[in-house]
């Protein structure tokens, strides 16, 4: 993936901010980890992430709920497995 457009990257950061400092951390986490080297269709999810109500975003993280979306799912699961 080529260079990360700074002003997109500080946008982003803003949305990470979801009120919860677990979601905040976990969000972050990708953003700063695996954001500049994801493919479009990762970034294309977590986007559809930063899109979630918060309390919706809580229980998938949480494991209480899955989302329906196989493909969201999935990296739901990729996104609790990076490292803190």
């Known amino acids: 993936m080529s260079g990360v457009d700074p002003v997109e990257l500080k ?3 803003w949305r990470c901010r979801r009120g919860m400092r677990e979601l905040d951390q976990l969000m972050e986490r990708f953003l700063d980890r695996a954001w500049p080297t994801s493919s479009e269709t990762d970034r294309g999810l977590f986007l559809r992430l930063l899109d979630t109500e ?5 229980r998938w993280c949480m494991g209480r709920e899955r989302p329906e979306d196989p493909a969201l799912a999935g990296f739901v699961e990729r996104l609790l497995s990076l490292p803190p």
């Open 54 to 58: 918060d309390d919706i975003l809580w």
């Open 11 to 13: 946008r982003l950061r």
